[in-house]
């Protein structure tokens, strides 16, 4: 395996600071360099790009991004026993990674990106207990267009499978709803469980996310207002599961072109915007 850089091996990094992964922090280090790159180069080239990286852990993905010619990487880690691992990265690459010490799902994003200039990009081997809800957050993302020129997250596969997913997929849920809405989402490759350490017990899978600059008019809260009622009882068609909101339902369902008789997994994301519009109304 080639170095992307003089640094030492992440082998070596992982030994002299200590860092076995914590299963309570949902870390699996990746300790393969040209795969770091190659995730670092889905999103496209980082010639003046800026990255967001989420849980860097021992550093592996945020050499490859630096090495690879991200303009800066702003780091979040919540395991302190990371942070001289990156600070030895940050002195190799003078000025170009800065650090923050924190939980991701407690961020405040713009006061984190506020000094950068020019595009951002998110770019993170996501810790997998908080890879959904950190998912989620970005997407609503207000307002939109966001601070992010696109998303480049490896999740577990079933979970993106989840998330690229259509009606015409059996993985069609809530979570395929709402990227759907705001982004085009793509799987672009996966990796194998033995390329992490420790390995876990299921495949991943690198998803690349492009903002919609338009998507159709709606509120977030008012589309995960519906999908929830409706894939809640996915089974049930949908004059059952979505009664409990109320409101004339059958006029509803004819305004967004919808039947009685469809079932949640049958509806597309238009479907679900021009429902939640109008019973927001």
Wanted: neutral net charge; contains cysteine; proline residues 8%.
């Amino acid at each position: 395996m080639a170095q992307i850089d003089t640094l030492s091996p992440l082998r070596d990094v992982i030994r002299q600071h200590e860092l076995m992964a914590k299963k309570s922090l949902g870390q699996n280090f990746l300790l393969d360099l040209n795969l770091t790159a190659k995730i670092a180069r889905a999103g496209g080239s980082l010639e003046g790009v800026n990255v967001v990286e989420i849980g860097p852990g021992p550093g592996g993905l945020t050499r490859a991004l630096l090495a690879s010619g991200a303009k800066h990487v702003v780091a979040v880690e919540r395991d302190e026993r990371c942070l001289a691992a990156l600070a030895e990265i940050a002195a190799h690459y003078p000025g170009r990674l800065t650090v923050h010490a924190g939980d991701a799902l407690e961020a405040n994003w713009p006061d984190l990106i506020g000094k950068l200039e020019g595009p951002i990009r998110i770019a993170a081997n996501l810790p997998y207990n908080i890879a959904t809800p950190l998912l989620i957050g970005w997407l609503k993302t207000e307002p939109w267009p966001p601070w992010f020129d696109a998303m480049i997250l490896m999740f577990q596969k079933e979970v993106a499978e989840r998330i690229v997913a259509t009606e015409a997929d059996d993985a069609y849920g809530r979570l395929g709803v709402l990227a759907g809405w705001r982004t085009q989402a793509q799987i672009v490759f996966d990796v194998p469980p033995s390329a992490f350490v420790p390995p876990p017990k299921v495949t991943s899978s690198v998803v690349h996310l492009r903002p919609r600059p338009e998507p159709l008019p709606c509120t977030s809260s008012a589309l995960e207002r519906v999908t929830q009622a409706a894939f809640g009882q996915r089974r049930k068609m949908l004059r059952q599961s979505l009664k409990s909101l109320g409101g004339d339902l059958s006029a509803a369902l004819e305004a967004a072109g919808l039947r009685p008789d469809m079932r949640a997994e049958e509806v597309p994301v238009e479907g679900f915007v021009t429902l939640a519009n109008t019973l927001a109304k």
